[in-house]
């Protein structure tokens, strides 16, 4: 892994919940020698906010405004495409259960389920996009290009091996379409990340058209939806990681 790249988790580390809260927590008793009524406000702020963002309700407020600047992929919207390129999520490294090879993590698996139902629809020569972001000894795009071809019987053109993130996604991709004069991509990802890819892919120079997959705003919800939970709380931090990357591109990258 990059020094650079190290240094950017180790930040969205500390600015990104839960870590954020526990040291606003702390903070906050800190605070309770010369400033009691802060300092327990502060506490009490950083636990609220903790108790919010765990429930899959709470997590709306984050998730649901990214996922409703995207339309689900319409027939009218495909024609014209020229490739389909799936963008990686993570790998399980060393799986037993598939003889030792490193898998898909679910959610990129979840791409690739879609991708392969867009290939079947159109036809269209498919891109995986991962490097080696965790240090794996191999890449995402392999790992994806394997179980394409292996579980959804749909191969695979190009691998874009080098990319540790989405804007490297977008350059590396490019600079591999452009040479097979492709201009026009169905660009798969989760609907939560689906804005910033787009941001970053249009910035490279592609004509992008969405491809959005796995939405969360459009559940119907329960009583237990308001009750603190593990996967209420991984929504809400991949919701605010892609909040904090938008805001992050557009300092960088320009809008």
């Known amino acids: 892994m990059h020094l650079t790249l190290i240094a950017i988790n180790l930040f969205s580390m500390l600015l990104l919940p839960?870590?954020?809260?526990?040291?606003?927590?702390?903070?906050?008793?800190?605070?309770?020698?010369?400033?009691?009524?802060f300092g327990v406000w502060l506490s009490a702020s950083a636990l609220a906010l903790l108790f919010i963002?765990?429930?899959?309700?709470?997590?709306?407020?984050?998730?649901?405004?990214?996922?409703n600047q995207t339309a689900i992929l319409d027939s009218a919207s495909i024609k014209g495409a020229q490739a389909i390129v799936v963008l990686g999520a993570g790998q399980f490294p060393s799986a037993p259960?598939?003889?030792?090879?490193?898998?898909?993590?679910?959610?990129?698996?979840?791409?690739?389920?879609y991708a392969a139902k867009l290939y079947r629809a159109t036809g269209l020569p498919v891109l995986v996009s991962g490097g080696k972001p965790e240090g794996d000894v191999e890449s995402e795009a392999a790992v994806m290009a394997r179980s394409l071809k292996e579980d959804f019987a749909t191969p695979v053109k190009w691998l874009e091996e080098s990319s540790d993130n989405t804007a490297q996604n977008a350059a590396n991709s490019e600079k591999i379409l452009q040479r097979e004069n492709v201009?026009?991509?169905?660009?798969?990802?989760?609907?939560?990340h689906m804005p910033?890819?787009?941001?970053?892919?249009r910035r490279s120079g592609l004509e992008v058209v969405a491809a959005p997959t796995v939405f969360f705003s459009r559940s119907h919800y329960a009583l237990f939806d308001f009750i603190p939970?593990?996967?209420?709380?991984?929504?809400?931090?991949?919701?605010?990681?892609?909040?904090?990357?938008i805001v992050w591109y557009r300092l960088r990258y320009g809008s």
Request: charged fraction near 20%.
């Open 18 to 37: 839960p870590t954020s809260f526990i040291l606003l927590c702390l903070l906050g008793m800190a605070f309770r020698t010369h400033w009691p009524r």
């Open 53 to 67: 963002l765990s429930t899959k309700a709470g997590a709306l407020l984050f998730v649901a405004p990214l996922e």
């Open 97 to 113: 259960e598939y003889g030792g090879v490193n898998s898909p993590s679910y959610v990129t698996l979840a791409r690739l389920r």
């Open 183 to 192: 201009r026009r991509i169905l660009l798969v990802t989760d609907a939560i």
């Open 196 to 201: 910033r890819a787009v941001m970053i892919f």
């Open 229 to 245: 939970m593990g996967e209420g709380f991984r929504r809400s931090y991949y919701a605010i990681h892609e909040w904090v990357g």
